[in-house]
């Protein structure tokens, strides 16, 4: 029997499984399961070579057999996602941005919408230089010929649409009472009417595939309600409605998926927008005296799902900074 050093992880070399194939020959063969990267350290190894056929199986090259190895494994909690196609809206800054640059990161060609094109031009530079590829759809998600425009040119430069994230939002807190209604619409408009509607446009697509993944991005205000929240939440407790309605209508066709992420207090400019300038100092005050969530650590929740077998749906995350007590 090969000679385990079981050093790093008892649990990690067990999956491992690996055994000498052949004794004439110096071939080691072993399975992994999840491993992205398993480094082999020892002199007499003289390479690893994965099988892209057969991703799942991996093979040593030693120089002779019943040799002890260490072996230092970079488990990865997320599957192979790249060459999927990612629609990303509100890309152009916060969440968004941060979401589509990971996914990015993992291969995915993330389509980029939002209103504001140079924000969304610069992101792609970025992801360009960093080898990704991404495509610029400026979108109004409350435009319903953007919304089918942004549907369109992504079918027409990748053929398909994997993954939607329905992330654009905007959150214009105000006291019912002295509210401008028009910010009522605007709120009911981009965080409920244009995640449907998007949803709408795109779900065909998924349909016709037989699979697809639609996340959408609510918040803790999607359970809870607040003094000078109520328009904002309502529209969050309607995606939750939503979402979960549409999770049930489309299990069993095929494997679409439904994530609800519902986050915390995040630090971006969505509270730069609130029109009450007492409660837009107290948000901001939240931020400086908690350590809030980041941008990144709500995209890692994403790409974790996204990430996840076709036969796992995660259908809810709801993610608080620690500190957060409400
Ligand atoms: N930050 C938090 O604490 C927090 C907590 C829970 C949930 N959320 C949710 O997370 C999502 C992202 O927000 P964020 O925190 O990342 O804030 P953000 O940085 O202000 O991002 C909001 C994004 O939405 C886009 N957007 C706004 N109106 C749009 C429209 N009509 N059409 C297309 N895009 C539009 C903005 O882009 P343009 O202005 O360029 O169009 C921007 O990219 C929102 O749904 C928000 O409700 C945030």
Redesign the pocket.
Known sequence: MLNHDKSVSENWVNHLNIYVGNESDLWLRGYYNNFRQVEILHDRLSGIIIDRREPRTMFLLSSRPYLPITYIMTMSIIEDISGKVAIV??????????TARLLANEGVRVVL?????D??EDLAAQIELDGGDSLVVP?????DA?IQQLVDQTVDAFGQVDILI??????LLEEVQDADTDNFQ?MV???LS?LMKLTHAVLPIMQEHGSGHIIN??????RKSFPGSSV?SA??FGVNGFSEGLRQEVTGEGDIRVTL?????????????IPDEERKQQTKEVHETMD??T?ED?ARSITYAVGQPARVDVNELLIRPTQQEL
């Open positions: 809206t509100g890309a152009s800054s916060g969440i968004g941005e941060a919408a939002a209103r504001r094109e924000e969304l979108t109004d998600v409350t435009d953007d329905n992330n654009a939002g905007v959150m605007q408009d981009v965080n244009g991005i609510s918040s803790v205000a999607g904002y529209t969050k992420i519902e986050p915390g207090f995040v630090d971006t400019e969505l509270d730069d927008h809030s969530l941008s709500i």
